[in-house]
């Protein structure tokens, strides 16, 4: 067992700090117009998704998520600027910072953060993807999480892309300026790495890092 789950008292303190954190932070940008960074925000996301990931998976499980999630998201980001698949035509301005290739190096964390928590949600929803799940709980969970991940894309493209003009579509659409490609290649994107993910954790060999079912406090924190 990891330190981080013996320390379960001081973990659940972490969490729920971080949760709160963040929650706050987005009210305060969205409602009350502050300025908080987006990388402080992104980070108190990923923050949590590490250490809620850890805790579940352990240190090398959730490392395969953050290679799986920002592998499979650069490429396609990339391919999608490039040709218009999946999420059609679209370039990123200088508003996020530096760029890995052509996508800005704080888009990896975020699916990484926003991703867990949408696989956690969906854990909940449909049970939970481990050594001895079904069939089609290993199919269900990243398919529910994939819909959740567009639910929420639903509120951010439209206020990310067409008024703060973090990136720009050059063929705009017709959700406020947002094509319905972008949905569909958010889907097809967050299936991917986490269909990936739940087949390392159905068929990961080693015993000892089995997932843990943890208390029902720590799946709330996800919500």
């Known amino acids: 067992m990891s330190m981080i789950a013996r320390n379960t008292k001081l973990t659940t303190t972490i969490l729920w700090t971080l949760a709160a954190a963040y929650g706050l932070s987005l009210v305060a940008n969205i409602s009350f117009g502050l300025s908080i960074p987006i990388a402080v925000v992104l980070l108190l996301s990923v923050a949590f998704a590490l250490i809620h990931g850890a805790l579940r998976y352990g240190w090398s499980g959730i490392a395969v998520f953050i290679v799986i999630s920002l592998v499979v998201s650069n490429i396609l980001e990339n391919t999608s600027i490039l ?14 910072g530096p760029k890995l290739f052509l996508v800005p190096v704080l888009i990896g964390p975020a699916y990484f953060a926003s ?30 999480a994939s819909f959740l991940m567009v639910m929420w894309d639903l509120t951010l493209d439209p206020r990310a892309s067409t008024i703060q003009h973090q990136w720009i579509w050059e063929q705009g ?11 569909l290649g958010w889907f097809f994107t967050v299936y991917v790495f986490l269909q990936l993910f739940a087949l390392f954790v159905r068929f990961r060999p080693s015993a000892s890092e089995v997932a843990r079912t943890l208390p029902s406090p720590y799946y709330a924190q996800a919500l």
């Open 115 to 144: 991703g867990y928590l949408a696989w956690v949600l969906a854990n909940v929803l449909i049970g939970d993807v481990k050594r001895e799940a079904s069939a089609f709980t290993v199919l269900a969970v990243p398919f529910i």
């Open 83 to 96: 040709t218009g698949f999946p999420f059609g035509h679209y370039h990123y301005t200088d508003v996020l």
């Open 173 to 183: 659409g017709g959700y406020f300026g947002v094509p319905l490609t972008n949905y």
